[in-house]
């Protein structure tokens, strides 16, 4: 037995726009990448999809776009201290400093009431991330951007498809972020998105991630900091087939969501699971678990999935205290103990469309033998 993480399928449609790229001979940005942009935008209700080559270059595109808003090299984004490596990668990236702060151990989300303890005069954004597809608080969080004129970005890289009290992630702050990376529920095998309301942003968006220039201009004419970050014909071609896919990739994943919290209940004692409040609706990203108590010890667990044939990962786990990427920021262990808990005692595995009955009973028969 063996449960990946992620599986991914290639069908006829990508094939077909793969044919269509190679029959132009041109595999650059084009009309592959313009068709999928509409059809992301389309299909989750976004005013404006803007294609980039990952979720990380979705992120720093979204942060470079604060420059053309007054913000300076070296001012402070509020981001969450647990979160995968991106969010932080791409703050600094774009030439920001990542102001952490922890998260809550029930929603594995930024806790929004340690959020304005950390905003300083130097603050341009907050950037929060719907971890595992649970939708972040964004009624507080929205609140607090207000109070203190904080542009807000969504990453959403793990939470295609979710909405909170009834609006789309993506939709409520400024810009929203996604990644089609594989396992994700739409996947292109890499590719990102950052998706905004806004009109003024439009242009700045696809203009830095296109080194600075006018989109679409072949000429020299930097008018910002830019990047790369455009995607490429193969990958919106896969993608495009991910759209298509979406309905029942979602509607398979949180049926086998729902079956395996279900079938794993009695385990309540041991482990915090996902909860999807009735004002939210949570994509079914993968499948987190929390141990209650460190005695159970999560190494010792992790190995015995392994054993097992099922395929996990750590929850992430505080970037600016448990990974030495960010020692420069000189955070101490400690500081953020919500989300240093979850790295030492959480864990998530997939909880893709091709897991069948029999797979969620090998999991659940698993954990159980596991604490039992
Ligand atoms: C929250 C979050 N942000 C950003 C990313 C980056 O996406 P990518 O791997 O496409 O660069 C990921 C990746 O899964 C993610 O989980």
Not at 313 to 319: A, V
Request: include cysteine.
């Amino acid at each position: 037995m063996r449960i990946a993480f992620g599986d991914l399928k290639i069908g006829d449609t990508a094939r077909k726009y793969v044919q269509d790229a190679l029959d132009r001979n041109w595999i650059s940005e084009g009309t592959n990448v313009r068709e999928f942009e509409q059809k992301f935008a389309a299909k989750f209700g976004y005013k404006h999809a803007i294609a980039a080559s990952s979720g990380t270059d979705a992120d720093i595109v979204a942060c470079a776009s604060l420059y053309d808003f007054g913000a300076k090299r070296g001012d402070e984004i509020i981001v969450p201290a647990c979160s995968f490596v991106s969010t932080a990668n791409s703050i600094l990236a774009a030439g920001f400093v990542p102001k952490f702060v922890d998260i809550k151990v029930e929603t594995l989300n930024i806790d929004p009431d340690k959020i304005e303890a950390a905003i300083t005069d130097k603050t341009r954004a907050i950037m929060v991330v719907h971890t595992m597809g649970k939708p972040c608080e964004m009624d507080t969080i929205m609140e607090i951007a207000g109070k203190y004129n904080l542009r807000v970005i969504e990453d959403s890289c793990e939470a295609h498809g979710a909405t909170y009290k009834g609006q789309g992630v993506g939709t409520i702050g400024d810009m929203g972020t996604f990644s089609f990376y594989a396992a994700h529920v739409v996947v292109a095998g890499e590719g990102g998105m950052v998706v905004t309301g806004d009109d003024e942003l439009v242009e700045i968006l696809k203009s830095v991630k296109s080194h600075g220039r006018p989109f679409g201009s072949i000429y020299f004419n930097f008018q910002r900091i830019g990047f790369n970050a455009r995607m490429n014909e193969l990958t919106a071609a896969i993608g495009l087939e991910g759209i298509e896919l979406f309905d029942s990739s979602f509607a398979k994943r949180k049926d086998n969501l729902y079956k395996l919290l279900e079938l794993t209940e009695e385990l309540s004692d041991y482990l915090h699971f996902l909860k999807e409040e009735s004002y939210e609706k949570v994509s079914p990203h993968a499948f987190p678990l929390v141990l209650k108590d460190k005695k159970h010890d999560c190494a010792k667990l992790y190995k015995y999935l392994e054993e097992k044939g099922i395929q996990s990962k750590t929850l992430f786990g505080s970037l600016p205290t448990q990974h030495d990427a960010f020692k420069f920021l000189n955070y101490e262990y400690g500081q953020f103990p919500s989300s240093e808990y979850v790295g030492e005692n959480g864990l998530h595995f997939g909880m893709h469309q091709y897991l069948n009955d029999d797979d969620l009973t090998y999991i659940s028969e698993t954990l159980k033998s596991y604490f039992k």
